[in-house]
Protein backbone atom coordinates (compact mmCIF):
# COMPACT_ATOMS: atom_id res chain seq x y z
CA UNK A 1 0.00 0.00 0.00
CA UNK A 2 2.88 2.97 0.72
CA UNK A 3 4.84 1.75 -2.14
CA UNK A 4 1.69 2.45 -4.45
CA UNK A 5 1.40 5.42 -2.10
CA UNK A 6 4.48 7.34 -3.00
CA UNK A 7 4.56 5.91 -6.38
CA UNK A 8 1.22 7.94 -7.29
CA UNK A 9 2.31 10.82 -5.31
CA UNK A 10 5.70 10.76 -7.33
CA UNK A 11 4.03 10.39 -10.31
CA UNK A 12 1.35 13.40 -9.53
CA UNK A 13 3.95 15.91 -8.53
CA UNK A 14 5.87 15.55 -11.25
CA UNK A 15 2.71 15.89 -13.85
CA UNK A 16 1.48 18.78 -11.61
CA UNK A 17 4.02 20.72 -13.11
CA UNK A 18 2.81 21.09 -16.35
CA UNK A 19 1.85 24.88 -16.15
CA UNK A 20 5.66 25.59 -15.00
CA UNK A 21 7.26 23.53 -18.23
CA UNK A 22 4.76 25.39 -20.75
CA UNK A 23 5.38 28.10 -19.12
CA UNK A 24 9.20 28.14 -19.70
CA UNK A 25 8.76 26.26 -23.07
CA UNK A 26 6.63 29.49 -23.92
CA UNK A 27 9.35 31.35 -23.18
CA UNK A 28 11.98 29.73 -25.22
CA UNK A 29 9.58 29.96 -27.88
CA UNK A 30 8.62 26.45 -28.24
CA UNK A 31 4.64 26.45 -27.63
CA UNK A 32 2.41 29.28 -28.04
CA UNK A 33 -1.21 29.65 -27.40
CA UNK A 34 -2.80 28.80 -30.59
CA UNK A 35 -0.35 25.33 -31.05
CA UNK A 36 -2.09 24.56 -27.73
CA UNK A 37 -5.45 24.96 -28.29
CA UNK A 38 -5.09 23.55 -31.56
CA UNK A 39 -3.85 20.27 -30.24
CA UNK A 40 -6.37 20.33 -27.39
CA UNK A 41 -8.05 17.03 -28.51
CA UNK A 42 -4.11 15.20 -28.97
CA UNK A 43 -3.65 16.27 -25.74
CA UNK A 44 -6.53 14.72 -23.63
CA UNK A 45 -5.67 11.30 -25.35
CA UNK A 46 -2.32 11.61 -24.32
CA UNK A 47 -3.68 12.95 -20.56
CA UNK A 48 -5.88 9.56 -20.12
CA UNK A 49 -3.10 7.48 -21.39
CA UNK A 50 -0.72 8.70 -18.63
CA UNK A 51 -3.62 8.91 -16.06
CA UNK A 52 -3.82 5.16 -16.56
CA UNK A 53 -0.19 4.38 -16.01
CA UNK A 54 -0.29 5.85 -13.18
CA UNK A 55 -3.28 4.58 -11.76
CA UNK A 56 -3.05 1.48 -9.84
CA UNK A 57 -6.31 0.00 -10.73
CA UNK A 58 -8.67 -0.33 -13.80
CA UNK A 59 -11.77 0.88 -12.60
CA UNK A 60 -13.13 4.52 -14.12
CA UNK A 61 -13.46 6.17 -11.04
CA UNK A 62 -10.15 6.57 -10.28
CA UNK A 63 -8.73 7.10 -13.77
CA UNK A 64 -11.21 10.05 -13.98
CA UNK A 65 -9.87 11.41 -10.81
CA UNK A 66 -6.44 11.61 -11.79
CA UNK A 67 -7.19 13.15 -15.22
CA UNK A 68 -9.81 15.59 -14.75
CA UNK A 69 -7.41 17.37 -12.65
CA UNK A 70 -4.29 17.15 -15.51
CA UNK A 71 -6.84 18.38 -17.98
CA UNK A 72 -7.22 21.59 -15.92
CA UNK A 73 -3.64 21.93 -15.46
CA UNK A 74 -3.56 21.80 -19.35
CA UNK A 75 -6.07 24.44 -20.00
CA UNK A 76 -4.30 26.51 -17.23
CA UNK A 77 -0.99 26.09 -18.81
CA UNK A 78 -2.92 27.80 -22.29
CA UNK A 79 -3.43 30.53 -20.04
CA UNK A 80 -0.16 30.74 -18.76
CA UNK A 81 1.09 30.53 -22.39
CA UNK A 82 -0.81 33.22 -23.23
CA UNK A 83 -0.14 35.78 -20.26
CA UNK A 84 3.73 34.69 -21.29
CA UNK A 85 3.12 36.01 -24.88
CA UNK A 86 1.41 39.36 -23.94
CA UNK A 87 4.49 40.11 -21.36
Known sequence: YISTLLV???LMG???EIPIV???LAKL???DKLMMTQYRKHAFV???ILAAVITPTADIFTLLLVTVPLYC???VSIWV???TKQT
Do not use: D, K, M, N
Request: charged letters at 10%; hydrophobic letters at 65%; a neutral charge.
Open 8 to 10: LSL
Open 14 to 16: ILF
Open 22 to 24: AYF
Open 29 to 31: GIV
Open 46 to 48: VLC
Open 73 to 75: LYE
Open 81 to 83: VAR
